[in-house]
């Protein structure tokens, strides 16, 4: 609850309540490193296997940990280096190469420091969970952008960790329940993320089961139940003027909206139009990336994109059976740039039901888990967004939860 009696004062950061300090992160916790000598001497080349994971830089994705790649030491050298051996509650910062990710410690005798990571160990005044949420927040972000040296590698010293600024309350019970609040939310959070996860692999298992060819199905060629169009050039008609949104690879594989309009469509997509990516840079990855046209006089396509039109096949039907098709992708190398011709496309051989409405009927299930599963993103980008609010305004004391 916001408390209007709270005053404020004004420190180099701005306002903020007058039981509240700015510390430097040395004066709030000690803060180390592997040392050089610990490394070679005792793990290096982790040769030794153990049952103590290392915790490196690459280990810490979006600050939690990620167990894909671990390397490990006996416990006994573990026990032997306790400067570097990390126990519950400690903070493990990333500070060479990626720097930022940041990661807390929920069990002891499990972890130990590794290379670029810096280990950060709160004192008793201090709420190690706070820490950890400040050091997401913008403002912490923004020291290290201000503090990271850049050369073969970005890093930072420790001596500019230990100065890094930090908000903090007086009260460590006021420090404790903002982070019980920000905890909360992150579990939302990642509760949400957990079900899009699920929802996604049950959509498509079911896509492999319904598309799944079936007695009584045709097998089709595209040429013979659809019309094939590729785009133009478009770079001397672009307008930020016009009202057409110009289509190329990087729109439809990053299924973003790519800010170039044109004052009129050259090559005019119409809805339930499909379109693919013909022609794809090595590595791109977006060949054959499809886009279901779901608006009339929306879409205009550049030379890179081709447009199927048919009136045979139920459309996001023959969207989910192209999309990305095995067929189409035998056609990148991975080498050198990859063309589909327009023959190309017209041979693509399909199975799919004689009946529209059996075609209609799969699409729906499957259009249905897609509305479900994005209704679910809108939801999670809502809840990111209030997290950050929130952050602002409790780590800033503007709202008090004591």
């Not at 950061?13 to 040395?26: A, N, Y």
């Amino acid at each position: 609850m916001q408390n209007t009696k709270t005053k404020y004062k004004n420190t180099e950061i701005g306002l903020i309540p007058e039981d509240w300090e700015v510390k430097k992160l040395g004066d709030c916790a000690f803060v180390t490193k592997l040392a050089g000598f610990e490394y070679s001497l005792h793990f290096n080349s982790y040769k030794d296997q153990g049952e103590i994971i290392v915790v490196r830089g690459t280990n810490i994705t979006h600050n939690k940990l990620d167990l894909n790649d671990v390397k490990t030491i006996p416990r006994k050298t573990s026990n032997n280096l306790q400067r570097s051996k990390l126990n519950k509650n400690d903070l493990v910062f990333a500070y060479v190469g990626t720097i930022g990710p940041i990661f807390l410690v929920e069990e002891d005798d499990r972890f130990h420091l590794g290379p670029n990571t810096s280990k950060i160990t709160v004192n008793r005044e201090h709420d190690s969970k706070y820490l950890f949420h400040f050091f997401t927040s913008t403002f912490l972000k923004k020291e290290i952008i201000e503090h990271t040296s850049i050369g073969a590698q970005p890093s930072l010293s420790m001596f500019k960790i230990r100065s890094f600024k930090i908000l903090t309350p007086h009260s460590l019970t006021e420090q404790k329940a903002i982070a019980t609040a920000l905890s909360d939310t992150d579990a939302l959070i990642s509760s949400l993320e957990q079900l899009i996860s699920k929802k996604r692999a049950i959509k498509q298992g079911t896509m492999q089961q319904l598309l799944k060819p079936k007695d009584g199905w045709e097998v089709k060629k595209l040429g013979d139940v659809a019309e094939f169009s590729s785009g133009v050039a478009h770079e001397n008609h672009v307008s930020s003027l016009g009202k057409y949104t110009l289509v190329n690879s990087k729109f439809i594989s990053t299924e973003a909206n790519i800010k170039k309009f044109t004052n009129y469509p050259l090559c005019p997509a119409r809805k339930n139009d499909i379109l693919i990516v013909l022609s794809d840079v090595p590595n791109g990855r977006a060949i054959a990336k499809c886009f279901l046209v779901k608006h009339d006089n929306k879409y205009t396509v550049n030379q890179r994109i081709g447009i199927i039109r048919t009136n045979q096949i139920n459309t996001h039907f023959l969207y989910l059976i192209i999309n990305r098709n095995p067929y189409f992708l035998s056609f990148d190398d991975g080498a050198k740039q990859t063309n589909l011709r327009n023959q190309d496309v017209l041979n693509f051989e399909f199975t799919s039901p004689k009946s529209l409405n059996e075609q209609a009927f799969i699409s729906t299930i499957l259009s249905d888990m897609d509305t479900e599963i994005q209704n679910l993103e809108i939801k999670l980008h809502k809840y990111k967004q209030i997290k950050q609010g929130m952050m602002q305004q409790l780590l800033t004391g503007k709202i008090r939860l004591v």
